[in-house]
């Protein structure tokens, strides 16, 4: 992005402050356009004949600095890159990583069938949002077109997710795109010896496509330069991912410097979205625990530094649930508290004589009291009180958390004590007991002070619940 103020952006706005984008003012959407929370597109006006200019100037000096790519089509589709910075801390990473699990041409129709069901449907639930996988590879191990085309054909019918066609051999590669160019799968990959033949499937089928040149940053930037001028930049780069010993320590490095020269240097002609094969690990590794073990760990390296696409094998566990984590945790918004509504919720089947918990709307502490009390089986009602994302012992040192605030938010989601209660008590949290006697005055209600630590209410609910 080449524009770092809101005042930059505004000056190729219509400034007419017309309202059309759900923004009071032309600045406020300059702000979003920053951000990233809004498009150029959502300004009706600037889309009209006379203000042409100005959005395309605006689009590219809004441009990331990292090429967005994207697989598929529809409301199935996956963006990579996209990137402006190098370390989360300066604004935030958009686009996380697209982690995909490989399929092979050699398996069985049966094994095919049941992995593509295991990919299409795992998820993990995590701080009020599925965690799930994002794409399936698809592998040539056969080199056989026919066989790889059955094998597309066999994918494609089970499963919406994006897709990756694995092959170095043109020909089994094309054979895949009869089968699937309309769902504008990744091609992996272009290589200095085969770059023609697939330059011409490339544009034939108008799909996103990989380079990758192991260990050889110049040949990849040249591979990078042709197609640019063949006009595709719809590219993403494998420099190699090696698993193991001094050859690993190249391979991040080169990750390093393609990102490094793609923001800091502004080098355009390597500024694409990059690939790891964290599976390689199978190579190093015979027991295949122990590759399993390897290649949750090449997929952390990457993660935090710079891959936007991981293709992964193992489908255990122990590995996709830190890989799954890491990334979540890398890719959210610093800027951002992780918030739920701010409401009262139910947990569990609460009557009237049901205790009424209070505790912030930041999504950690509320999933973490929620789940101390569904999982002892506690059934309750529970406000997430409004505090913009904060946790309790800050919102009540902030000011976001006051007896008055709690009190008005019981009245504004319309939680009437004395209709859904026979004993008018609120249970505020430990680390909020000095509201007490501000809570008591604004609301008029009985207030009990619970635990700090949710994990010991129900240690709280045997000498204090129900209340005299
Ligand atoms: S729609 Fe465009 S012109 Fe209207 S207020 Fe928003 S930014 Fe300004």
Request: aromatic fraction near 8%.
């Amino acid at each position: 992005m080449k524009v770092n103020s809101p005042l930059e952006v505004y000056k190729f706005l219509p400034q007419t402050n017309c309202g059309d984008c759900g923004e009071a003012t032309c600045m406020a959407f300059a702000s979003h356009m920053i951000d990233r929370s809004l498009k150029l597109e959502d300004c009706p006006p600037l889309l009209e004949e006379k203000f042409k200019k100005k959005y395309l100037k605006l689009a590219e000096l809004l441009a990331p600095e990292i090429r967005e790519v994207i697989i598929g089509t529809g409301e199935h589709t996956v963006s990579v890159g996209g990137d402006d910075i190098l370390y989360r801390h300066q604004l935030t990473f958009f686009n996380q990583p697209a982690l995909a699990v490989d399929v092979w041409d050699t398996m069985s129709e049966d094994e095919l069938t049941e992995r593509i069901k295991f990919i299409n449907e795992y998820k993990k639930f995590y701080v009020g949002r599925f965690l799930k996988l994002d794409m399936v590879a698809i592998r040539s191990t056969s080199g056989d077109p026919d066989k790889f085309k059955q094998a597309v054909t066999s994918v494609a019918g089970n499963t919406e997710l994006p897709l990756i066609l694995c092959s170095l051999d043109p020909k089994v590669l094309k054979a895949g795109l009869e089968v699937v160019a309309d769902r504008k799968p990744l091609l992996y990959a272009a290589t200095k010896d085969n770059w023609q033949d697939v330059a011409d499937l490339v544009m034939e089928y108008d799909v996103p496509l990989v380079l990758f040149s192991p260990d050889d940053l110049d040949t990849l930037k040249s591979l990078a330069a042709t197609f640019l001028e063949m006009g595709r930049d719809d590219l993403v780069l494998d420099p190699g991912t090696n698993p193991q010993g001094k050859s690993l320590r190249e391979s991040f490095e080169n990750f390093l410097m393609i990102r490094r020269a793609g923001i800091k240097e502004g080098q355009r002609d390597i500024a694409f979205p990059l690939l790891a094969v964290p599976m390689t690990a199978y190579l190093a590794n015979d027991d295949p625990v122990s590759a399993s073990y390897w290649e949750t760990v090449l997929a952390s390296v990457f993660t935090v530094r710079y891959g936007d696409i991981m293709i992964v094998h193992s489908i255990e566990p122990y590995a996709l649930l830190p890989e799954l984590h890491i990334r979540d945790t890398i890719y959210t918004d610093p800027r951002t508290p992780v918030k739920v509504d701010p409401k009262v919720y139910e947990v569990g089947s609460p009557d009237k004589d049901s205790p009424v918990f209070v505790t912030t709307n930041f999504a950690l502490t509320y999933y973490t009291v929620e789940s101390d009390l569904a999982s002892n089986g506690i059934d309750c009602y529970l406000l997430a009180t409004d505090t913009d994302g904060l946790g309790v012992e800050a919102a009540v040192a902030g000011g976001q958390m006051t007896g008055q605030k709690v009190s008005d938010e019981f009245k504004r989601v319309g939680f009437d004590f004395s209709e859904m209660t026979a004993h008018n008590t609120v249970i505020l949290p430990g680390l909020a007991a000095r509201l007490q006697g501000d809570m008591e005055d604004a609301s008029g209600l009985k207030v009990k002070i619970g635990p700090p630590d949710s994990g010991r209410i129900p240690g709280w609910m045997e000498k204090n619940w129900p209340p005299e």
